[in-house]
Nanobody, 124 residues
């Protein structure tokens, strides 16, 4: 089992930065891919970014490419999402997730563990 706790959400002005963090505990050695997803009001949850835990390969949704950066610190069992140039469309509840097996990065069903959602509000 892996437990995930996300933090770092909040209120930010459009154009500003915000960094989300997610700490993993438990059998973290079994993780293959960690991802961030988000769900905006009235919309379905969508893929944001993912990173392969061991090799560090990264994947991004088109909507955040060039603005968001996912990274990880294996020693600390943490994954980060640096969000820059935030837009009102980025307002959502953000979730971190982890998979035990190599996952298609943007496929939600491939992820076995989910953290609690954290709110990000971008004010215009």
């Amino acid at each position: 089992q892996v437990q995930l706790v996300a933090f770092g959400g909040g209120l930010v002005q459009a154009g500003g930065p915000l960094k989300l963090s997610c700490v993993a505990s438990g059998r973290t050695c079994s993780m293959d891919t960690m991802g961030w997803f988000r769900q905006a009001p009235g919309k379905e949850r969508e893929f944001v970014a993912a990173i392969r835990w061991r090799v560090g390969s990264t994947y991004y949704a088109d909507s955040v490419t060039g603005r968001f950066t996912i990274s990880r610190d294996n020693a600390k069992d943490m994954v980060y999402l640096q969000m820059n140039s935030l837009k009102s469309d980025d307002t959502a509840v953000y979730y971190c997730a982890a998979s035990r097996l190599p996952a298609t990065p943007n496929r939600q069903l491939a992820y076995d563990y989910w953290g609690q959602g954290i709110q990000v509000i971008v004010s215009s």
